[in-house]
């Protein structure tokens, strides 16, 4: 898998599933962007996603 192809997949997932995520501008305006960005990295099972696409990232350098 090429770098470019990695990005692709990585923009895809957060276009279908982060653009329009209730949780997130929830939290966004509850909390904070610090918070929001938080619980998606750590609880989201999207961001768990990403975090392992990412891994494959810098793993490809």
Avoid: P
């Amino acid at each position: 898998m090429q770098r470019r192809d990695i990005l692709k997949e990585m923009d895809y997932v957060m276009e279908t599933y982060c653009e329009d995520c209730f949780l997130r501008h929830h939290f966004r305006r509850t909390y904070g962007k610090t918070y929001a960005h938080r619980f998606c990295i750590q609880h989201c099972t999207v961001g768990e996603n990403l975090k392992k696409i990412g891994q494959t990232l810098s793993n490809y350098y």
